[in-house]
């Protein structure tokens, strides 16, 4: 068997790899966007052991972080469009589900993930600022709102900000099966480009190279954000 | 309801496949990241960049391409070697393609943990007159292992999520089977039977970190004792 690699087609797989970079880009904000606050909100919660509310968000952490990515795409992907089609309806809304951007699919599928992900950070960051510092913090006069604003915030920010950089990263690696949902990201454009010539080993050392760049520059976006939120740390 | 539970009974048997996926590449991930840890705590230079660029590149790779490289890429670099084989294996593919992403993720977690071992239990285990072999594989290696075990069962969660895209490659795991059911009624019963696969990941899920919570909560008591005692 002999096997050429196909280097024109390659750079041609290449740019068009490069056009899914905004689609991958997107899911990530997005589910970071929905992700960070929820996850800060579910983290307090439990913190707090708000009665029930507490137990059933300990069930949907389990089940976010408890399931594959792939899992859930094709388990909302098949659950999702009827029950919306079914609220359109009820709802009486001149609107067809065929004309919605499956990429909302992924932001929704992500923005759980990635809910429940950073709900585990924002638990043992919050728990990891002494209790001592939002004391402090009031008895010198702040509200409790500020003393948690300005106080706690901080602190738990820079203590989590590895686990939340690592966890975005591989979420950024993650967001590569979304091309089961026909979502035109950086996998999905190169393995379009490949199908037409059965050329799938060029498209996935393509995929391969583009995702390297993204994360590898992504990574050291990260490592500047980090290095400006340890000075919170207390030492 | 009845027709959920006619399909887990179906995909019981597929359940072995998921997991024989996930320890193999578990197992043999675990050795590999030991040799590469090694090399990047002890190796010589070229060997050191080798074992980090070795970490980097699988770190940033997304499981999936990892999957479709090995899937593709194996015939063909076999064939290089002067190795004919007409097709890859599904199951043996993904075990390869898991254990490279086990071996890059796991060397950086049991490097971790051999440096967060007090050095000064090497030197002490030595000057006992322990061979410095010995010094480490009864000293140095037990600990780090306790240290690094957490992180080790939320490898093994991870690698059980992985084994998930074997079914992109043609293996028939749990979500293979799945796959195979849908199409067989033709998408319309898509939502139970994923429903049911839903649960059934969860439940391992679920089990797996039980039982790693309990290892570690044994050893972490043992390992307790080791350093108070030290």
Request: aromatic share 12%; glycine share 6%.
């Amino acid at each position: 068997m002999s096997f050429q690699f196909d280097f024109p087609f390659a750079r041609r797989a290449f740019a068009e790899a490069l056009l899914g970079i905004p689609v991958t880009l997107s899911v990530v904000l997005a589910a970071f966007l929905a992700g960070f606050p929820l996850g800060f909100l579910i983290a307090r919660c439990r913190l707090r052991r708000t009665p029930v509310i507490s137990q059933i968000l300990t069930v949907y952490v389990s089940f976010a972080r408890g399931t594959p990515v792939v899992v859930k795409i094709l388990l909302f992907y098949s659950l999702l469009p009827p029950a919306l089609e079914h609220a359109i309806r009820v709802l009486g809304l001149n609107f067809s589900i065929y004309d919605l951007n499956p990429i909302v699919y992924a932001f929704i599928i992500f923005g759980i993930t990635s809910s429940a992900t950073y709900s585990e950070i924002w638990r043992s960051a919050l728990n990891g600022v002494d209790s001592g510092q939002y004391e402090a913090a009031v008895s010198v006069g702040l509200t409790p709102f500020q003393a948690y604003l300005e106080v706690v915030l901080p602190q738990a920010l820079a203590i989590g900000a590895p686990a939340f950089c690592s966890s975005t990263l591989s979420m950024l690696k993650g967001t590569s099966v979304v091309f089961l949902m026909a979502i035109l990201d950086i996998t999905g454009r190169a393995r379009l480009a490949a199908a037409m010539g059965y050329k799938y080993l060029e498209a996935y050392v393509v995929i391969f190279l583009v995702y390297l760049t993204v994360c590898g520059i992504l990574e050291q976006v990260f490592k500047l954000l980090e290095q400006r939120l340890v000075r919170f740390r207390a030492s | 309801m009845e027709y959920m539970l006619s399909v887990f009974v179906k995909l019981l048997p597929r359940i072995p496949v998921t997991l024989m996926l996930t320890g193999f590449s578990f197992a043999l991930g675990f050795v590999f990241a030991a040799g590469i840890a090694f090399l990047k705590l002890r190796g010589n230079l070229p060997l050191r960049i080798l074992a980090g660029a070795f970490i980097t590149i699988i770190r940033c790779t997304p499981p999936v391409i990892l999957f479709f490289l090995v899937f593709f890429g194996l015939p063909v670099l076999l064939s290089v070697f002067g190795v004919a084989v007409k097709s890859t294996d599904s199951n043996l593919s993904a075990v390869i393609a898991m254990t490279l992403m086990a071996s890059g993720i796991m060397a950086e977690m049991l490097r971790a943990a051999f440096l967060s071992v007090d050095g000064g239990q090497y030197e002490a285990a030595v000057s006992v007159g322990l061979t410095p072999c010995a010094a480490l594989l009864s000293v140095v290696f037990p600990q780090a292992f306790f240290i690094a075990l957490p992180n080790l069962g939320n490898m093994i969660i991870a690698l059980l999520h992985e084994s998930s895209l074997a079914y992109l490659i043609g293996a028939i795991d749990v979500v293979g089977r799945a796959a195979i059911l849908t199409s067989n009624s033709y998408g319309l019963k898509a939502a139970s039977i994923y429903t049911v696969v839903t649960l059934i990941y969860w439940g391992l899920t679920v089990l797996l970190s039980w039982i790693v919570d309990v290892l570690v909560l044994r050893t972490g008591r043992a390992n307790t004792l080791v350093t108070a005692g030290s």
